[in-house]
């Protein structure tokens, strides 16, 4: 092909394409610039220690090297870190002694440093700010619960503590999470029935024993539920009494299968 023959088409190429048109490229430089605004008045700043950050919701390096994700080797019924391989089961010496309600728990990091930072100011400093990357993390640490799972449901709250608090961490965090996935969330499945006492200080079996008849399933939703892989979201997992209590609730109407995520965990064998 001559030059010539080159340069036509090429010119009959560019005449074919639409132009955009004058007002959305307005206003795209004025998003650019509002954006570029509230960069100089609200600098971005770290979401665990708001030190200065490149980009918003992002943790700063000092902080990316503290926070103590989890990695494997990890339990993989309570997803909690293995100190060494156990072999081919990876199974903790809790899960093997105590096996959970739930089937699968998957965390983003330990429940320390930065990660405890996170939880508490989301929990107790109305930090709703924080629900993007928290949910983004969770998001990716539980992809292989998300790619199973038909429907999330978030760790209720009881009437009373909702008053006083305001919102529900777990249900804001499972429905970000229910959006990056594309799966349903369903925050009125399950309910919690009974005001129960604070769970930290608390032992093992009195975490337990705190729980027992505190979760029942709305009666409109127990025949949708038969037969499903339901995925509990909640912020923190402890001892695992609150997904064994959610767990348990959900198997008496016939879900099949249950699977925890959450941001941060304790160790099972700490």
Request: glycine share 8%; with cysteine.
């Amino acid at each position: 092909m001559t030059t010539t023959g080159i340069e036509g088409r090429e010119n009959a190429e560019t005449a074919a394409e639409p132009s955009v048109p004058a007002w959305r490229r307005l206003a795209g430089l004025s998003m650019r610039f509002g954006r570029a605004l509230v960069d100089v008045v609200h600098p971005p700043a770290c979401v665990a220690c708001n030190a200065a950050v490149a980009v918003p919701h992002a943790l700063c390096g000092a902080c990316w090297r503290a926070m103590p994700f989890v990695e494997r080797p990890f339990c993989e019924r309570f997803g909690t870190p293995l100190p060494v391989q156990y072999g081919a089961t990876m199974l903790s010496p809790t899960a093997i002694a105590e096996p959970p309600s739930f089937d699968r728990a998957r965390a983003v990091a330990r429940y320390d440093g930065p990660a405890r930072e996170l939880v508490h100011r989301l929990k107790y400093g109305d930090g709703l700010h924080l629900v993007p990357p928290m949910a983004g993390w969770m998001a990716r640490a539980g992809a292989e619960l998300l790619a199973e799972a038909d429907l999330i449901v978030p760790v209720p709250m009881h009437r009373f503590r909702l008053w006083r608090r305001r919102f529900n961490q777990a249900a804001s965090l499972a429905r970000l999470v229910g959006e990056i996935a594309g799966k349903p969330i369903d925050a009125a499945v399950l309910r919690r029935i009974r005001a129960t006492s604070p769970q930290p200080g608390l032992t093992r079996s009195e975490r337990a024993a705190n729980l027992q008849r505190a979760f029942a399933i709305r009666a409109e939703a127990v025949e949708s539920l038969a037969g499903k892989r339901v995925l509990l979201v909640d912020d923190v997992l402890t001892t695992g009494a609150t997904g064994n209590a959610c767990a348990q609730a959900l198997r008496k109407v016939g879900v099949k299968h249950v699977d925890l995520l959450v941001f941060a965990c304790v160790a099972a064998d700490d």
